[in-house]
């Protein structure tokens, strides 16, 4: 089955301890992009990826890491989480930019950082 | 990336047609209309997407304005499980971000 994946589905962590949120997909896409999702501020992207080794900002990446070694995972990682970046993440993959083609979402991450 | 405009929220009755409109008066030649949903709990998933012309396909028709500055959604027989939030997303030629605006969240009675 075609899906995207994410790893833990939810997360209670503290400030300041490192984490690192799983992304993999089963379709062979090259575009792969990162997003959190907040009450009243609705669907933000952190950073997205072309291509293996080839990754760029969103609009909010601050606080945020991503590394694309493989085709098909994209970790996002916090290195020292802070409460605001309490969040619902979601990964999502296509099979390119995304210009004509959709994007498949995974299941979503729920962090809470204490 | 240009920006749309929906309304907030929208009421439907089950098994009728219901209209999703959405506003993108500064949009390119090349930016392609994408409509994604999110069901409650669940992550995004794509309806329908368009250019220039109608699409349709089993999830949706999608109607989209001569001068491309409006688009409409058109969900032909609204069920309690289309009950969801309606995204409409402007993507450019080349274009590898995505701005998601507030969305319209359709409610239906059954």
């Known amino acids: 089955e075609a899906q995207v994946t994410q790893n833990p589905r939810y997360l209670i962590t503290v400030t300041g301890k490192k984490l690192t949120v799983t992304c993999s997909q089963n379709?062979?896409?090259?575009?792969m992009s990162w997003y959190r999702q907040d009450p009243g501020l609705g669907l933000r992207q952190i950073y997205y990826?072309?291509?293996?080794?080839?990754?760029d900002k969103g609009d909010v990446p601050e606080g945020y890491k991503v590394s694309r070694k493989e085709k098909r995972n994209f970790p996002l990682i916090l290195e020292s989480p802070s409460p605001n970046q309490t969040s619902l993440y979601f990964c999502a993959s296509s099979w390119w930019s995304g210009e004509r083609n959709e994007q498949f979402f995974g299941p979503g991450t729920r962090l809470t950082v204490l | 990336d240009a920006k749309t405009t929906q309304p907030n929220s929208m009421e439907s009755n089950e098994e009728e047609p219901v209209h999703l409109p959405c506003n993108h008066s500064?949009?390119?030649?090349?930016?392609?209309i994408h409509w994604y949903r999110q069901l409650p709990s669940q992550g995004p998933e794509y309806v329908i997407h368009?250019?220039?012309s109608n699409v349709n396909n089993r999830m949706a028709s999608l109607a989209i304005a001569e001068d491309r500055k409006s688009s409409t959604l058109i969900l032909h027989r609204a069920t309690l499980r289309d009950a969801a939030v309606y995204y409409c997303i402007l993507k450019s030629a080349g274009g590898f971000k995505t701005i998601f605006g507030a969305g319209t969240r359709l409610f239906v009675k059954a």
């Open positions: 368009g250019l220039t």
């Open positions: 500064t949009i390119s030649g090349t930016d392609y």
């Open positions: 379709m062979n896409h090259e575009y």
């Open positions: 990826s072309m291509n293996v080794e080839v990754t």
